[in-house]
């Protein structure tokens, strides 16, 4: 007797666009994302702008946000207990949806939570609303650094700097061995 097996599709396959592959995130990506965070820290609005235009000439700015997101991912269980990480998780959420907070501040919020949570529709309407809004995608990249920097003010600090420095420089190496092969992010 041969067996068969009843495979039930997701009624929106035949009416969603196919997706595209997985995007890649490469070293490049994450040694831009860690130097643009030193920009941001030390202020340096001319580096930030270089990081910016370096990703939007290689057509990078997507990946360049989810590495920058993966980025503060990494640092936090860095610099912080779990109990911390919780709380600061719980920050996030509480500036999601906080009234009181500027647009931009919530829709980077919102970002960090649906990247946290793995969750590309919401990371991808935290984008829309932003773009709709009729800023610009740096003002997206500012409000996550600016939430991380609230949070984790240490990486301000000269230690923190030496760790992005070094970040950024073992990425810059990694990336000319990489050779343009790409990895998940």
Known sequence: MTSRRIIFVDPDYWTRPKET???????????????LIRHHAIGDQAGITAIL??????????????????TFSFIQPLLRTDAAITAIRQCIDLTATADDQPDWVRCAAAAIAAYADQDRDRLGDAIDEILDAGRGAGVLFQGISDIYFHLMPELRAPAGLHALDRWTMRLATEEGREGGEGRDA
């Open 53 to 70: 235009d370096e990703a939007e000439a290689d057509d990078r700015g997507t990946q360049l946000l989810i590495a920058l997101l993966g």
């Open 21 to 35: 592959a997985i995007m890649k995130n490469d070293a490049a990506d994450y040694r831009r994302a860690t130097a």
